[in-house]
């Protein structure tokens, strides 16, 4: 195992799953997105911003401003379990927001010492969203 990735009373971080951006420009964006960038729209109840599904299973959102809260980005690590990595962060002195969901995701945002606002994200199990077959 790598050195730093276990310890006990830390949180257990598996992998970045979502990244999001707020902007003025939403819809030229999401088109980018589509478009430019070749990735797939996924409709996801309970989010509000165009959300695209990238072939490792993370999310990309472009939300209007403020859409995402105090922020124009927003990135989102995972982990296996959610209300054990909050009572990590509290044990840290870190304060985090009320859980939110949609159906893909639990998730609660905190701000780190950098002032920054980050997301912890637990994947919800049967959301429906399968990858194209050419990703497989």
């Given at each position: 195992?790598?050195?730093?990735?276990?310890?006990?009373?830390?949180?257990?971080?598996?992998?970045?799953?979502?990244?999001?951006?707020?902007?003025?420009?939403?819809?030229?964006?999401?088109?980018?997105?589509?478009?430019?960038?070749?990735?797939?729209?996924?409709?996801?109840?309970?989010?509000?911003?165009?959300?695209?599904?990238?072939?490792d299973g993370s999310m990309f959102a472009v939300a209007g401003p403020r859409e995402l809260g105090?922020?124009?980005?927003?990135?989102g690590f995972l982990v296996a379990d959610l209300d054990e990595a909050i009572a990590d962060l509290?044990?840290?002195?870190?304060?985090?927001?009320?859980?939110?969901?949609?159906?893909?995701?639990?998730?609660?945002?905190?701000?780190?010492?950098?002032?920054?606002?980050?997301?912890?994200?637990?994947?919800?199990?049967?959301?429906?969203?399968?990858?194209?077959?050419?990703?497989?």
């Amino acid at each position: 195992m790598l050195s730093g990735f276990d310890h006990t009373g830390e949180v257990r971080i598996l992998g970045l799953v979502f990244a999001g951006t707020a902007t003025g420009r939403r819809p030229e964006m999401a088109a980018f997105a589509r478009d430019v960038l070749g990735l797939v729209p996924v409709q996801v109840h309970g989010a509000d911003a165009e959300m695209f599904l990238l072939p490792d299973g993370s999310m990309f959102a472009v939300a209007g401003p403020r859409e995402l809260g105090e922020t124009s980005r927003s990135l989102g690590f995972l982990v296996a379990d959610l209300d054990e990595a909050i009572a990590d962060l509290a044990s840290a002195g870190i304060e985090v927001d009320d859980i939110a969901e949609n159906e893909r995701f639990r998730y609660v945002h905190f701000r780190a010492p950098d002032g920054a606002l980050y997301e912890l994200v637990e994947r919800m199990g049967g959301d429906g969203i399968e990858p194209p077959t050419s990703w497989v």
